[in-house]
C-alpha cells in the first residue's frame, strides 16, 4: 500500500498492484483495474517514486538486527 492525498487533503491509502494508469489532466487521476478514479495531490512521477519505494521495501532483505532481536554476539561477550 501506498500513502497518497486526497485534493481535499485527506490521506488515501491505495493498493499499487491495482493501478492501471495515471494521467495528469492536470490534476493527477489514478485508475484501478477494477475502474475507480481517484484525484490526488501528488503528481505523476511522485506515485511511480511511492510506488518503486514501496516494492522495494519488500523486496529489501530484513536487517541482522530486526531479524534476530534478542541475538547477543557471543564472542564479543
Same mark, same amino acid.
Given at each position: 500500500?501506498?500513502?497518497?492525498?486526497?485534493?481535499?487533503?485527506?490521506?488515501?491509502? %491505495?493498493? !499499487?498492484?491495482?493501478?492501471?494508469?495515471?494521467?495528469? #489532466? &492536470?490534476?493527477? $487521476?489514478?485508475? %484501478?483495474? !477494477?475502474?475507480?478514479?481517484?484525484?490526488?495531490?501528488? #503528481? &505523476?512521477?511522485? $506515485?511511480?517514486?511511492?510506488?518503486?519505494?514501496?516494492?522495494?521495501?519488500?523486496?529489501?532483505? &530484513?536487517?541482522?538486527?530486526?531479524?534476530?532481536?534478542?541475538?547477543?554476539?557471543?564472542?564479543?561477550?
Amino acid at each position: 500500500m501506498i500513502r497518497l492525498t486526497r485534493l481535499n487533503g485527506v490521506p488515501l491509502y %491505495l493498493n !499499487s498492484d491495482l493501478i492501471e494508469h495515471i494521467d495528469a #489532466t &492536470p490534476d493527477t $487521476v489514478i485508475t %484501478l483495474t !477494477s475502474g475507480p478514479k481517484f484525484l490526488v495531490a501528488e #503528481t &505523476p512521477a511522485e $506515485v511511480c517514486e511511492k510506488i518503486l519505494d514501496f516494492r522495494k521495501s519488500i523486496l529489501a532483505p &530484513p536487517s541482522l538486527a530486526s531479524a534476530t532481536p534478542g541475538h547477543r554476539d557471543i564472542t564479543h561477550g
